[in-house]
């Protein structure tokens, strides 16, 4: 099997055009004696000569002007290649993607990217909203570089950042200001409609296991979005239980929200990566930006 380089054929394509190795030579930045062995091997590999060569000139034989076009198209598609590649390759580590749940993606995210892009306009950050369910399994494949969300537990493989740690509250419709105050007991909640996410959320498993610490037994949820949760709690359907950060989306609802005590159930807000995989730049500004943002954030909506 013949294997040619792109250096050979570099040497050969300005050989043809020079007709002179010298300047053919100067033109690769090696010496012509550098060039003669560049030539000789090709001419090796391929079984024929290339050159016709006397004291004065130096002529392509037939076989080397058929091979020419050949060897330029071969260069020209390299090059091309390459450049191609190496933009994509450039873009891609400008731009940052970034997978949260559709709650911190709406209500976060938006404004954080705004005012980060103010200190790094040159880097790209790419949102994708998606179920917590999913975030991990878009982190571990690649599909995003990092992943927003409540961890439980180490995950291996896995690279994990503290970005806020929330809590759990109650959320009820505006009608009675008994309602009004600024912590709630879990038992408190006993004889209350409680409307629910399905059982199949991490945060809801985590709502029942306290529920039923506190003597309550919760009917199984059929909702899957906390903005439809706090919709039906704002029509009077019962009350809800939520993480803090969705304390944004209640801004536009008639509901008033509690923080859940006795015990204070804390949810750890991390981002998460793959070991495996090296980061875009730019990453570390924005998740050090991110840090301080949330914080602000959550300062901003009273979750502090």
Not at 237 to 250: D, F, H, K, V
Request: proline residues 5%; positive net charge; contains cysteine.
């Amino acid at each position: 099997m013949m294997n040619f380089t792109s250096r050979q054929f570099q040497a050969f394509s300005l050989v043809a055009q020079h007709r002179n190795f010298s300047r053919a030579a100067e033109a690769l930045f090696i010496t012509p004696s550098g060039l003669s062995v560049l030539i000789r091997e090709l001419e090796s590999q391929l079984g024929f000569r290339l050159f016709d060569r006397t004291t004065r000139h130096v002529v392509l034989t037939a076989y080397g002007q058929e091979l020419l076009p050949i060897a330029q198209k071969s260069l020209a598609d390299v090059d091309g290649a390459v450049s191609r590649i190496g933009r994509t390759a450039t873009e891609s580590s400008r731009t940052l993607s970034v997978g949260a749940s559709p709650l911190i993606a709406a209500n976060v995210l938006p404004q954080a990217i705004k005012e980060f892009r103010t200190h790094r306009p040159e880097i790209r950050i790419q949102l994708r909203d998606c179920e917590p369910a999913s975030i991990i399994p878009m982190v571990e494949s690649g599909k995003v570089d990092i992943g927003l969300r409540v961890l439980y537990k180490p995950l291996p493989g896995l690279r994990r950042i503290p970005m806020f740690r929330f809590c759990l509250m109650v959320v009820r419709a505006d009608n009675d200001p008994a309602f009004r105050r600024a912590s709630t007991t879990w038992s408190a909640l006993k004889g209350e409609n409680l409307v629910s996410l399905v059982p199949t959320n991490e945060i809801q498993q985590l709502i029942n296991k306290h529920l039923a610490q506190a003597g309550i037994v919760q009917q199984a949820g059929v909702i899957h979005y906390v903005d439809t949760l706090l919709a039906m709690v704002e029509a009077g359907e019962g009350s809800g239980i939520i993480p803090s950060w969705a304390l944004a989306a209640c801004r536009n609802r008639k509901v008033v929200m509690s923080r859940l005590i006795n015990p204070v159930v804390n949810l750890d807000f991390y981002q998460i990566s793959n070991r495996g995989k090296q980061l875009p730049q730019g990453a570390t500004d924005f998740t050090s930006f991110l840090q301080s943002y949330i914080a602000r954030w959550a300062g901003r909506a009273g979750i502090l």
